[in-house]
């Protein structure tokens, strides 16, 4: 493939048709579990790290998506547990128990049900969180990269994955080290995991609102706040998960 624009952007095309055909299975079981929840009043958490903090933005708090869902971030320890800003580091998501920190300090409910996104799936704070929320009963879903993955070695010390405790699975498609185009002595540009990872978000969240409006339900699905009324609608319905979900951090 040509180190070009053009060539990146066939292999993106390459890449999310192979995973939209691929991980279709997984994308309605994963939509029946969450469905589910929702329609028992629960709650979608999401959580990723690094750069697979994106998935979490697409599954909460934006246009076109699903009212009851929450992001955790690592800094939430800042914003919500008064650690000194410190704390934070890029290493952070290495430590196992940092996920008992964020677990603690989300609002989660026992209806509740997790995204979590880990291209890796090895790091110790996510596999720590995956275990905590199987432990807890919880519905979980997980985005990885099945190749990158399966050539890591686990930094928890059970020497698990984050693709060990989760009910559903989605294969972003992502290549060993994500970026996709070689370059001349080694090394490459043209990740691909933050758009892979998208579409399966995406896909799951409208999946699920047709299985809810073939329950005979209304979705709580956000406007833009861009535009008219957006406002209004939004507030309303955040209103009914009042304290259940946090927005603007």
């Known amino acids: 493939m040509t180190l070009s624009a053009e060539g990146y952007l066939a292999t993106v095309t390459a890449t ?6 691929s991980q279709r299975e997984q994308v309605a079981r994963a939509a029946d579990l969450i469905a589910e929840a929702i329609r028992a009043d629960g709650v979608v958490h999401a959580f990723g ?9 697409e599954i909460a708090g934006r246009a076109g998506g699903l009212v009851p869902t929450n992001r955790i ?4 320890l800042v914003l919500h547990g008064g650690e000194p800003t410190d704390v934070l580091g890029p290493k952070l998501e290495r430590d196992p128990s940092v996920a008992h920190r964020l677990y603690d300090l989300a609002p ?7 995204v979590l996104a880990s291209n890796s799936g090895v790091n110790g704070a996510m596999v720590e969180f995956a275990s ?15 190749a990158h993955s399966a050539r890591m070695e686990s ?3 059970s020497g698990r994955k984050l693709a060990d405790f989760a009910d559903v699975v989605l294969d972003n498609g992502a290549p060993y080290g994500d970026a996709t185009l070689p370059l001349p002595g080694g090394g490459a540009v043209g ?11 995406q896909q799951i969240v409208v999946e699920v609102v047709a299985r809810l409006l073939a329950a005979g339900e209304r ?10 009324g957006g406002d209004a609608h939004n507030d309303a319905l955040e209103a009914r998960y009042a304290g259940r979900i946090r927005r603007g951090s």
């Open 132 to 146: 905590l929320v199987r432990q807890r009963g919880h519905g979980l879903v997980a985005i990885t990269s099945a």
């Open 73 to 76: 971030a690592l800094r939430d």
């Open 16 to 21: 999310l048709d192979r995973v939209a055909q």
């Open 191 to 201: 990740a691909v995991s933050s758009i892979t990872a998208a579409l399966l978000a």
């Open 49 to 57: 790290t690094g750069h697979s903090e994106a998935l979490a933005m």
């Open 108 to 114: 989660i409910g026992s209806r509740d049900v997790f």
């Open 155 to 157: 930094r928890h010390p």
């Open 219 to 228: 979705p709580p699905v956000y406007l833009s706040a861009n535009i008219a």
